[in-house]
């Protein structure tokens, strides 16, 4: 077992350096260059000329990959262009708000998704599987900024009951500070980061519920369900204590994969809703050329989710016993 | 508005406490799209970046609504000759830390902004200054190297002391009505009221200024309550809701942009002004403003703002003209000869790339009327839109475009428009444009210091540029800035989008 954690994890190293190769290039290829854009529309040539000697954009492509593997095995990931700060600070700052947001999206997503699949697939056919069926299908089509913009509407404009944008305090300090007895923080920090957290919810609540629906028919039907109803066992146990254990193992697999897509959404429901996280970070950079923070950003994002993927797989091994690692 | 109760409660509690001041609140939350770049305001190039160094620091002067230079740390000036200025500045003058603000503060600032290696984004504008002297400690002389009359447009750029040790980009001091309080990087800025400006406190004490990047998203937050003010760039659907409910404060002005066409002159197919005029006459300015900008902006009619000095209506581009356009188009020898639809001339077909940035969809949608606009007439017609830093400067700064859509803004004088633009190898005349008489007019333009030679030099200069068409100016970019009437005082709005007429001071 813990070799095999061993040999994951320094399975990173490879990947890590192909997640800065591969960004590296896509950056060379893509047209705009960061000293332009720092010095904006009336800059001269010659200013350009410049500051992107200054930069250091005019050294070969092996001189300056070279510089940045160099740096990053001393663990600098550089300094950002426009921010004049290291990338590893301007991430690291930003990093909780993301993670917290993702984490409650996955949370919803998981808690949301599993109950509708198991009652769908309780009632084949009903009213229930008919209702969840026509939601997956909503949530796996909407695209995450236009539901983004419609719940802010109807919660925040029209309804008033929740603010449109910005984030409290980080959650874990609001619980504690709500277990010091001022449970005013935790009321706000909830009601910020609910319409985030649902609109980046709904695409994976959806394809989770699908997924359990479809496992749980197929485990539904199988002998040992069969026998544990002869045995006299309420349909309620069977259902949630017999068949979901088993109907489990596709959703945990799934579960890390979805993170990823957390992460990805979570770009654009930050932009809308101003979730000081990553993901707002990261188009602002994109925008603005700023090569090392978009490579930062690319390779945060790529270790949380190897991160989650190694978790995912250690989990897989607790939840089904026949599964052993190697 | 669910915090209107509240704020009226605060108002009328504040009335009764005998509060003075025209601010309804003494906080006030503003919605901007980008956050501050920087806080230097040397090395400011984004609108919030400006805005919120405008309220840290304080320039020699202060440009109004109309941009008439008044005095702010100066307090007059002279100009004994033609190539000479020389400023006094108020007595007492400090910055926020308490240090005072002198001569030698000024020189500073505008010797870094001339500092190639410093990359100042404004360097261009103040290139004639050859040199600075102090005079005494309140007394400072400008050097020209030859008369410079949008000088003054320039001189509202904030004054940083010279012997600050800490990051003016980050930490930054400054002499003007607030501070910095605390910013957190992509989210808010948080300023408070300074005691020592040299005017007296602004009438709000704090100030928060929120970036949500969406324009739906900030005018939804807006109409929730969480932003008191929101501005351009905002969706024309926004604007014209908005701009109906009479619960909204609302103020809409001409701006300080254009959105043109930037023809590139040294194309081959391009070269030919005719050509040029040709494809001017398909462009439909009223359908684009009225339809796809939802009247929220102005059809242009020369490279002259309306709300300029120099401008003119008499200069006039050419308009809308279908017809007059494929006569010139079979004038020019392109005819279709082989019947498939498409214009074409010693067996080339016609074909025409407009271009544009993505960030902007009334902009896409533009570009593509022209698209169906210029196949219509017969030209084979491609449209080609990448994001905005592949588009400006691996694109049009580089001049390999044909056709491109784009903006310019600020525009406080006329010469900001032209003269790096259009001068015959200016630093910005991405299209290769170049005329030896517009280059005259544009210098005497720059140089002459009596506004009615300057305006006679500019109207010229434009009448030949609506007949050459190096650019194509669409239309007149609109400002407009809604707030909550509740939670504002007095509202002094300023088409540069300035924060200061916000906060109880003039605009």
Known sequence: MTDYIIRRLLLFIPMAIGIVVVTFCLLLLIPGDPASVLLGQEATPEGIAALRRTLGLDD?????????????????????????????????????ATIELATVALVLAVAVGVTLGVLAANRQGGIIDTFTMLLAQIGISMPV?????????????????????????????????????????????LSHILLPAASLALNSAAIISRLVRTSML?????????????????????????????????????????????????????????????????????????????????????????????????LYAAVDPRIRLR | MKTKLWTGVAAAALLAAGAHGAAAQDSLTIGADVDAGTLDPRLARDTTAYRVANLISAGLVHLTPNLEAVPDLAESWETPDDTTVVFTLREGLTFSDGSPLTAEDVIYTFETILDESFNAPQRGLFTPIESLEAVDDRTVQFNLSAPYAPLFSYLDIGIVPSDYDGDMALEPVGAGPMVLDSWTRGSELVLTASDSYWAGAPEVDT?????????????????????????????????????????????????????????????????????RQALAMLVDQETIVNQIYEGVDQVANSIILPSSWAYDEAVQQPTFDMEGAMAMLDDLGWTDSDGDGIRDRDGTPLAIEIATHSE??????????????????????????????????????????????LGWLRITDPDRLVYGQLTTGGG????????????????????????????????????????????????????????????????????????????????
Do not use: C
Not at chain 2, 467 to 495: K, M, N, T
């Open chain 1, 60 to 96: 070969p492509w092996y001189v300056r990959l070279g510089g940045y593997f160099l740096n990053l095995l001393q663990g600098d990931m550089g300094r950002s262009i426009f921010q004049n700060a290291p990338v590893s600070e301007i991430i690291f700052d930003r990093l909780g």
């Open chain 1, 145 to 189: 900024y236009w539901l983004a913009l419609l719940l802010m509407l109807a919660f925040a404009v029209h309804l008033g009951w929740l603010p449109a944008i910005g984030r409290g305090e980080p959650l874990p300090t609001a619980l504690a500070m709500a277990l010091t007895g001022n449970p005013a923080p935790l009321v706000d920090s």
């Open chain 1, 218 to 314: 197929e485990v539904l039907r199988e002998d040992f369900v069969r026998t544990a109803a002869a045995k006299g066992i309420r349909r309620g146990p069977v259902i949630w204590r017999h068949a979901l254990r088993n109907a489990l193992l596709p959703v945990v697999s799934v579960i890390g994969l979805r993170f990823g897509a957390l992460l990805g959404g979570a770009i654009l429901t930050e932009t809308i809703f101003a979730w000081p996280g990553l993901g707002q970070l990261t188009i602002s950079a994109i925008s603005q050329r700023d090569i090392p923070l978009i490579q930062g950003i690319v390779l945060t994002f790529a270790l949380i989710y190897a991160t989650v993927t190694l978790l995912v797989d250690l």
């Open chain 2, 207 to 275: 100030l928060v200024v929120r970036v949500v990047g969406d324009n739906s998203a900030r005018a939804q937050a807006f109409e929730a309550g969480d932003l008191d003010v929101i501005q351009s760039p905002l969706s024309p659907n926004d604007i014209q809701r908005f701009a109906a409910d009479e619960a909204v404060g609302s103020e809409i002005l001409a701006g300080l942009g254009v959105t043109y066409l930037n023809f590139n002159t040294t194309d081959p197919l391009l070269q030919d002004p005719r050509m």
């Open chain 2, 360 to 405: 902007d969809p009334n902009r896409v949608q533009s570009v593509e009327f022209l698209q169906a606009m210029f196949q219509s007439a017969g030209i084979d017609a491609s449209v080609r839109i990448t994001d905005w830093p592949s588009f400006s400067s691996g694109y049009v700064q580089q001049g390999e475009h044909q056709v491109a859509l």
């Open chain 2, 428 to 507: 910005l005349n991405w299209g290769g444009y170049s005329n030896p008489e517009v280059d005259r007019l544009l210098e005497a333009g720059r140089t002459a210091l009596d506004q009615d030679a300057r305006a006679d030099a500019y109207r010229r200069a434009a009448t030949i540029i609506a007949e050459e068409l190096p650019y194509y100016i669409i239309s007149y970019q609109g400002y407009q800035l809604f707030y909550d009437p509740e939670a504002l005082g007095e509202v002094e709005a300023s088409p540069r989008g300035g924060f200061r007429g916000l906060i109880g001071m003039p605009g």
